[in-house]
């Protein structure tokens, strides 16, 4: 049975332990707004929004200040509508780059945000405006301070607490500027009231104010430090705390505690809560025929496993009464870093090249926050995804497929991604046109790695005891990741070279009075178009100690291969460089006899490629031919290996026999009723044509 990690949570953390907790959800008012204003002092005060790079009908609306809002102006709307409604409405518009919107402003801004918010406690990043935060600990830390909650009513000048004072209908009309701070002072100060008498207990409403405290010099950080105003939510997990902040916006802090939820509720809609806004929330309001969040609690637990299944009715039994246990995972940095474009009506993309065109300018601005990225956070990431909407009848249809990163390069990142889509093209030969048509093209870096785990030991230095750097030496970049230097597959990263500490270090013999012929070279090369990539030879790693090896007494002859200089067509082998005796060798491999059994004169058949695959993407072996994909590159290499071993191996004389000194022993051992072995057989023995 398995379960998710909120589920576990559940399971191991009682109630009581849930309400003990201190979460908070920090949220950038109006931030598009707030950052245009920053750069411009003359929007300040104004009623101004923010809208996208195209100038049709106005560019239309992604930001709105709340100058704005009280006139009705609203996200979503084109710019000229919003000018009617608000002829005084001052319109700041979103910077274009690579033909797109360009959001590295507002993402500086964020992270200037988050380095002052980080300072007083492990967050998690949400978006590129909200951050949560789990306040437990500082809070029962704050709580043992002398002489805090005195001052509560002075340091608590923009809070909120919601529920208080509990005479209040929650259904009455909204008050004026002025009521509304009259009734936050009163209900702070009953919500202060209400406190318990003992300080030393460590009650959930002592926590949560304690928390509330807290906030308060955040929000005054972040303010004073980056001058950008925030609201938050102060409550006991993730959903309360999304929900309380935005019930005061803007630059004021709610907190909502445990006795208040019910009566909230009773009036909030289903849509308003988290994860419910989608299509879970239309399926539990059809299905159940319920509106508000309290009216859930009239359904038994054995009615929502029945109606949504297990997982999916426990958490609505418990959401509803206002428990949640996702906890709050330390994430500072963006999970995926991506960009994406639509082409919505007559911009959709009916034609190849215009297909290539716009992947070349989302791998453009990928590569360049990727090494941004890679400067500023010490991270690399190893998948990338690239997502497809298509228009089909009317309907829309998404794809997404998804490889290893070739590297922070434009050229490589467009030529892998187009690899990965093209096949989706149902257009007839030449296919110069795209059918259906691209409504939507996206790019994202997934799967990072920090630099100190890219950069780390390999397994031969735990084996040898020896070590690359020495003791306290800070880590350099591994030459097989994305940003550290040069690896012999520019490109490809660590898939597609070998170096020395990898798999094939452990399976070259020790120097010894015997020669074996030594592993045959293997050379592959890429196309120069779109770029010249080149994979050095696999040859035998350099020794793991200082101490040089034994030279033999005879030198190994090398065994015959392709010059480098040499390329055979695509899909042929050089069998030109065997002799046909070597089909009678004994010990000869199953593998390099079977690739021998063809005639000299009748070329190998051309591997199977994937449909619509481009040849000049492919990787063409250089000594047998094949067409690889350039991540399987590795893999192809293995398989050449294993041949060169298994012919290594065989040259080598027989093992002597073992002393049969205790095979008496072990023949009286061997149970009476189980046959001897009479002798074991090779792999080749069942290809062995059977006798005339």
């Known amino acids: 049975l398995l379960f998710s990690l909120p589920s576990c949570a559940r399971l191991l953390m009682p109630l009581d332990s849930e309400k003990e907790r201190v979460v908070v959800l920090v949220d950038m008012d109006c931030f598009y707004v707030q950052v245009e204003q920053k750069a411009n002092p003359e929007l300040k005060g104004k009623p101004c929004a923010v809208v996208q790079y195209k100038t049709w009908q106005g560019g239309g609306i992604v930001a709105v200040s709340y100058e704005a809002r009280a006139q ?187 006795e208040s939820v019910d009566r909230l509720f009773d009036t909030l809609p289903i849509s308003t809560i988290r994860n419910l806004g989608g299509k879970l929330g239309e399926s539990v309001s059809q299905l159940l025929q319920v509106h508000n969040m309290g009216q859930l609690r009239a359904f038994s637990q054995a009615q929502l496993h029945t109606s949504f299944g297990v997982k999916t009715g426990s958490w609505l039994f418990d959401l509803c009464r206002g428990l949640d246990f996702e906890p709050v995972r330390p994430r500072y940095f963006p999970k995926s870093i991506g960009c994406s474009k639509n082409f919505m009506g007559k911009e959709a993309l009916t034609m190849c090249e215009q297909v290539k065109h716009w992947l070349l300018q989302l791998s453009t601005e990928l590569e360049e926050r990727l090494l941004q990225d890679q400067q500023q956070n010490g991270r690399t990431a190893r998948k990338l995804a690239v997502g497809l909407q298509l228009e089909e009848e009317g309907q ?37 046109a795209w059918s259906p048509p691209v409504i939507g093209l996206s790019l994202s870096a997934r799967d990072f790695l920090e630099t100190s785990v890219v950069s780390a030991r390999s397994i031969t230095d735990f084996l040898t005891g020896s070590s690359s750097q020495s003791p306290g030496a800070g880590a350099a970049p591994n030459p097989g990741r994305v940003g550290g230097a040069q690896s012999p597959v520019r490109g490809l990263g660590p898939w597609g070279a070998h170096r020395a500490g990898t798999i094939t270090s452990f399976f070259v013999p020790a120097p010894t009075h015997k020669t074996c012929p030594s592993p045959d070279p293997v050379t592959h090369t890429l196309p120069a178009q779109p770029s010249s990539l080149s994979i050095a030879p696999l040859t035998s790693p350099p020794p793991l100690s200082p101490t040089p090896p034994p030279v033999p007494e005879t030198p190994p002859s090398p065994a015959p291969h392709p010059s480098p200089s040499h390329t055979p067509p695509l899909g042929r082998r050089d069998s030109e460089h065997t002799e046909p005796a070597e089909m009678d060798l004994p010990g000869m491999s199953f593998f390099k006899r079977k ?22 993407v492919l990787v063409r072996c250089a000594r047998c031919g094949e067409s690889t994909l350039p991540w399987q590159v590795a893999e192809h290499k293995d398989f050449h290996f294993a041949q060169d071993l298994q012919r290594s191996l065989s040259t080598l004389p027989p093992p002597s026999p073992p002393a049969r000194t205790k095979q008496k022993a072990v023949d009286q051992l061997r149970a009476p009723g189980k046959r001897a072995r009479t002798g074991s057989k090779t792999l080749d023995w069942y290809f062995q044509k059977a006798p005339p």
């Not at 004073?224 to 005061?248: D, F, M, P, Q, W």
């Not at 690739?595 to 051309?606: F, I, K, M, N, V």
Request: hydrophobic share 35%; proline share 9%.
């Open 595 to 616: 690739a021998l059994a063809r005639s000299p004169g009748q070329p190998p058949p051309d591997p199977p490629l994937s449909p619509g695959l481009p040849t000049e």
């Open 72 to 258: 009705g102006v609203k996200r979503g709307m084109m710019g000229v509508e919003a000018m009617r409604k608000c002829p005084g409405l001052q319109l700041a518009r979103i910077p274009e780059a690579h033909g797109k919107a360009n959001l590295s402003r507002y993402r500086q801004a964020s992270g200037q945000v988050l380095a002052v918010l980080s300072r007083f406690a492990v967050i998690e990043r949400a978006s590129i405006d909200e951050v949560y935060a789990d306040l437990t600990a500082e809070a029962g830390r704050r709580l043992k301070q002398p002489g805090l909650l005195q001052q509560a009513v002075t340091l608590l000048g923009s809070t909120c607490v919601e529920g208080f004072p509990r005479d209040r209908d929650s259904r009455a009309p909204p008050l004026s500027a002025l009521h509304r701070e009259e009734a936050r002072r009163e209900g702070l100060q009953a919500w202060l009231d209400s406190l318990p008498a003992d300080r030393d207990q460590g009650s959930p409403e002592l926590l949560l104010t304690a928390g509330a405290l807290i906030v308060e010099e955040m929000r005054a950080a972040v303010e004073a430090e980056t001058g950008y105003r925030c609201s938050a939510g102060i409550s006991h997990n993730k959903v309360l705390a999304k929900l309380s902040c935005g019930l005061n916006k803007p630059n004021r802090q709610t907190l909502l505690p445990m």
């Open 396 to 432: 829309s249809r998404s794809f997404s497929r998804s490889c290893p990163l070739p590297g922070p390069d434009a050229q490589r990142l467009a030529q892998r991604a187009w690899t990965l889509i093209q096949a989706c093209n149902t257009a007839q030969p030449p296919q110069a």
